[in-house]
């Protein structure tokens, strides 16, 4: 059935902004609202994955992404009560079986901006800052959205609406698509910092540090050029007030008591998260779909979230330019859904689950068995390579073309 209306997209982050570039370079009239009257430049995900580099290396992107962002052919494990390095993941053992056999730390913002502009040179993708999605209707010919802009409403009418507006989502909401999953208990606090912790503590730009009472992730960024910045992860008590956890005394208590020092830190930045685990019960419902935080959300230890999100934007993408275009079967839909929403729980949910619960190991003996382990596979080869194709979500995106439109039938 022929449909001259637009793809809706709600959502103007990556994910979003990447559905609109690959269904506009397809040929697809698209229209993208999103409620920031701008691009955030907000410090959230940056670490992208050689399977997704692979999947953005086909529209084009990877080498902006690359000169504005940290190449990290290598991450690390340590345990901080006894200040060791447990073990060190190379990317390089991937070299036979991907192009990127290492991840690009970009921060998500910057790769929004690389999409935006590439966006701009397409007159059939039209992107809509300060427009707010209140409320979604759909027929089994289009679907209409209510928008706001400016306190005043208007509709838009479309052949299809593409769910990209983060874990809170509108869309997700009014189409009556349960989120199912829990919330953990305690929050992740986000510190960021010029201090060097390669040079003054040996860490790679991609480290996770083990400890019974309090882990952390630290990474780096390029943030606006040299010197770069590093983020730190903490978990974060969730019965305490966000402005106690937020303030300098305990924000500086905290990176002293973890990393001391004898000179106060410069903290550039720092933020508090609500942490959940869900995955949408569909990524479809009818000509409603949904991508990233909008279907799925973990935990960001091991940087599967963005991913993963940008993963179901290219697989998105292409059935439903193949549904408008080429007049395929609708039933390419329900093959997303299902592929996308398999691996999100088979490997998204269960990898960031594990990688929380490693870091976060109190048992004397689970711990020393742990380190043990994770030893062991960084010095074979073969358990190296094993262990980095799921890391680098590889062994994610061949689960995922593995399941045929058989299956969704």
């Known amino acids: 059935m022929e449909h001259s209306d637009p793809v809706l997209i709600s959502g103007g982050g990556p994910v979003g902004l990447f559905c609109a570039l690959l269904l506009g370079r397809a040929g697809v009239n698209v229209r993208l609202f999103d409620t920031n009257s701008d691009i955030l430049d907000d410090p959230r995900a940056a670490t992208t994955h050689p399977a997704t580099l692979e999947v953005l290396d086909q529209a084009g992107l990877v080498q902006d992404m690359a000169a504005v962002g940290l190449t990290a052919p290598i991450f690390q494990f340590w345990d901080r009560p006894t200040d060791r390095l447990i073990a060190t993941f190379d990317h390089a053992v991937l070299k036979n079986d991907t192009k990127f056999p290492y991840v690009i730390q970009c921060e998500q913002f910057k790769t929004s901006k690389i999409l935006l502009a590439r966006l701009q040179a397409l007159p059939n993708v039209e992107v809509l800052f300060n427009h707010t999605i209140t409320d979604v209707a759909q027929t089994s010919r289009d679907v209409t959205v209510t928008v706001m802009n400016d306190g005043k409403a208007s509709q838009h009418k479309g052949s299809y609406l593409i769910g990209a507006d983060g874990g809170r989502s509108t869309v997700r909401k009014q189409s009556d698509i349960a989120f199912e999953g829990f919330t953990w208990e305690e929050r992740f606090l986000v510190i960021t910092t010029p201090f060097d912790f390669e040079a003054e503590r040996g860490f790679c730009h991609r480290t996770y540090i083990a400890d019974p009472s309090e882990w952390c992730n630290c990474f780096k960024v390029a943030a606006d050029g040299p010197p770069g910045l590093w983020r730190t992860v903490f978990p974060a008590e969730n019965n305490i007030d966000p402005s106690v956890i937020l303030s300098d005394e305990s924000v500086h208590a905290r990176m002293q008591k973890f990393f001391p020092k004898t000179s106060p830190y410069d903290i550039v930045h720092r933020n508090l998260y609500t942490i959940h685990q869900r995955v949408a019960s569909t990524f479809r419902k009818?000509?409603?779909?949904?991508?990233?935080?909008?279907?799925?959300?973990?935990?960001?230890?091991?940087?599967?979230?963005?991913?993963?999100?940008?993963?179901?934007?290219?697989?998105?993408?292409?059935?439903?330019?193949?549904?408008?275009?080429?007049?395929?079967?609708?039933t390419l839909l329900d093959l997303y859904s299902l592929q996308r929403r398999t691996v999100s729980i088979e490997f998204v949910q269960s990898q960031s689950i594990a990688n929380k619960k490693r870091l976060e190991a109190k048992d004397e003996a689970d711990r020393a068995r742990n380190f043990e382990e994770l030893a062991a596979t960084a010095a074979d080869p073969a358990k190296a390579r094993e262990f980095l194709l799921r890391a680098a979500m590889l062994t994610m995106q061949q689960r995922a073309a593995s399941i045929t439109g058989d299956q969704a039938a």
């Open 286 to 330: 009818g000509r409603v779909l949904l991508a990233g935080d909008s279907a799925h959300v973990n935990n960001s230890i091991g940087g599967m979230g963005l991913n993963g999100g940008l993963q179901d934007a290219a697989n998105l993408s292409e059935k439903l330019a193949h549904v408008i275009v080429n007049k395929a079967s609708t």
